[in-house]
């Protein structure tokens, strides 16, 4: 895409700072001032491209700082140690990119199955000169297929597919006792219940842990579930 084409998209930097500031203050993470430079170029370049591709339907700055940024933030404390990690239907580019920036020594991989949305988290890439960080082309069921790939401690997925999906095909990709974190909105009690199920007929030996948050300011209902790969029988 030729992004000189597109139309430069500004918000207002204070009000952006005051909203991630106190859209992060309820998690146990701390953010500088460069971190938030970032997300604010970071939602710039989302808005401008959003005008030719569709990324995101959250237009409202504010609703981007929490709904995209926020919630991407608000569940690491559980999800750390990381050090290879695969984002699966990354889409604008979260949650991996704002992990990305508070945890840059992470080896980050962004997946995506639309090309417009690689080109965009590639053009975020270079924009925030984040090093240790590629976004892929590509369907999770076709990564898992392939004779050699890399094996992941961490996999992220957030707003992409239903759990049964997500486990069947991002399994093969997870290092031993790697971890898969699935964002969602409310509880998803029937999917978890079909994960158990799943979990009994199939060789997938595992640990699931449901944590429940909500999104400041908007007091948006939110559910991450970590399922740990076990390497031994013992569950």
């Not at 504010?62 to 559980?78: N, R, Y």
Request: charged residues 25%; aromatic residues 8%; glycine residues 4%.
């Amino acid at each position: 895409m030729a992004t000189e084409h597109l139309v430069e998209m500004k918000i207002n930097f204070e009000k952006w700072d005051q909203i991630i500031r106190k859209g992060i203050a309820p998690f146990d993470v701390i953010l500088n001032e460069q971190q938030i430079q970032l997300f604010y170029r970071h939602a710039e370049l989302l808005l401008q491209w959003n005008r030719k591709t569709n990324l995101t339907t959250i237009t409202d700055p504010k609703e981007i700082a929490i709904k995209h940024f926020i919630d991407s933030l608000g569940p690491m404390p559980f999800l750390n140690p990381m050090q290879h990690v695969l984002d699966v239907g990354s889409g604008g580019g979260f949650p991996g990119l704002p992990l990305k920036v508070v945890c840059p020594s992470i080896e980050l991989t962004l997946l995506d199955a639309v090309r417009k949305k690689t080109s965009f988290i590639q053009h975020v890439i270079r924009t925030l000169k984040l090093k240790g960080a590629q976004a892929i082309h590509g369907r999770v069921e076709d990564l898992s297929l392939a004779e050699k790939h890399m094996a992941f401690d961490t996999i992220v997925c957030r707003a992409f597919s239903d759990l049964s999906f997500i486990l069947t095909n991002a399994w093969p990709l997870l290092s031993p006792e790697g971890k898969i974190a699935v964002w969602k909105g409310r509880m998803p009690e029937k999917e978890i219940a079909d994960i158990r199920k799943l979990s009994r007929k199939e060789p997938f030996i595992l640990d699931m842990k449901v944590h429940t948050y909500r999104l400041p300011i908007f007091d948006a209902e939110r559910t991450l579930i970590i399922i740990t790969k076990k390497s031994s029988l013992t569950k």
